[in-house]
């Protein structure tokens, strides 16, 4: 089995078409299997809540404070 990564733009004619594609062919999981991972930024900001990096604030307001900052 080969396992291809794909950029698709979903608001595009040909990435809705390609998307519809994929998904038909996914039904019989033997044949295409769909993957969602995540991108290397999400991938990292996951890690980084493990290790309990990260930003805590009361609200909104204070939590754009302290990003000004």
């Avoid at 033997?30 to 290790?51: C, G, Q």
């Amino acid at each position: 089995m080969r396992t291809i990564t794909l950029k698709i733009n979903e608001k595009s004619k040909a990435g809705k078409l390609l998307t519809a594609m994929i998904h038909l062919f996914s039904k019989n999981k033997s044949d295409v299997e769909i993957i969602n991972t995540p991108n290397f930024d999400t991938l990292k900001s996951m890690e980084d809540a493990k290790k309990g990096k990260v930003i805590r604030a009361k609200n909104a307001e204070a939590l754009l404070a302290i990003l000004k900052s």
